[in-house]
């Protein structure tokens, strides 16, 4: 079992991307993050990478059009594997933030 201890806290507007569930139950989680919060953080690791982009896509084309990506953060995480050694992961975070009202997304 991982040791929790090293991530940081959990934000309860947080959306963790896997590649297990279909697409749609995804949006469905960030759709209802916007609706406590302005803004949502889609974190995805690995292969759920594009999936993570897909998700923040959809919402944002389909169900939010006042929504917009605000910050996009891209890094590599060290994972032990199963075997012992460390394995680099690559890491997105997508931060999507609702905009004010009458406010258009050009600047």
């Given amino acids: 079992m991982a040791d929790n201890n090293s991530r940081a806290p959990v934000s309860r507007n947080t959306v963790y991307i896997g ?3 279909p697409l749609m139950n995804y949006v469905v989680a960030t759709l209802t993050c916007l609706s406590n919060s302005p803004e949502v953080t889609l974190k995805a690791r690995g292969a759920a ?3 993570a982009v897909d998700v923040a896509e959809v919402t944002m084309h389909r169900f939010a059009p006042g929504l917009r990506v605000s910050g996009i953060a891209i890094g590599t ?3 032990a594997s199963q075997e012992g050694s460390d394995r680099n992961v690559s890491s997105i975070e997508i931060k999507l933030t609702n905009l004010p009202a009458g406010k258009t997304g050009t600047q």
């Fill in 19 to 21: 590649s297990q569930k």
């Fill in 49 to 51: 990478i594009s999936f």
């Fill in 77 to 79: 995480e060290q994972l």
